[in-house]
């Protein structure tokens, strides 16, 4: 059973990185930059260029870049904090925020309609490996970012 979870893993990966790029390519992004603003979309309120550093796990120098190329694009915009001048906040342009949502929702439709086919406890097993996908590879990349092939 492990060796097929490893193929199908493998496919699943495959499959979801082609589906990005074809969601980007829609939206005129960088799959990853897609993701990046899926990231931010996910945030309660504006946030710093450290703050996006930190969820994306890129420099600052680089997430500097990051902003640069969605502000160009009209995702994001910069503003003062109006509390502390010194610091520049990020902010999901809406409209273009609804256009990406509105992609999500159209393509929603068939995700959601296959998790329907799963009960409470299969659901339950779904968001656990997932929440421990997303922690394994934050270690695996920070891992990676170090030189070495991360934790096993």
Do not use: C, K
Request: hydrophobic share 45%; charged share 25%.
């Amino acid at each position: 059973m492990l060796a097929e979870l490893s193929v199908v893993s493998r496919r699943y990966m495959a499959a979801y990185a082609l589906f990005n790029q074809a969601v980007a390519d829609r939206l005129r992004l960088h799959p990853t930059d897609l993701q990046y603003l899926n990231l931010l979309g996910l945030e309660a309120a504006p946030v710093t260029t450290g703050r996006i550093a930190e969820l994306t796990g890129l420099t600052t120098g680089s997430a500097t870049r990051l902003v640069d190329r969605l502000e160009r694009a009209g995702y994001v915009t910069r503003a003062r904090d109006t509390v502390d001048r010194r610091r520049v906040l990020v902010a999901t342009v809406p409209a273009r925020m609804a256009e990406f949502g509105a992609l999500r929702e159209q393509l929603n439709a068939g995700w959601s309609a296959m998790s329907e086919a799963y009960d409470d406890a299969e659901v339950a097993l779904l968001i656990a490996r997932m929440r421990r996908t997303v922690e394994l590879s934050a270690a695996q990349i920070a891992g990676l970012r170090e030189g070495d092939s991360g934790p096993g």
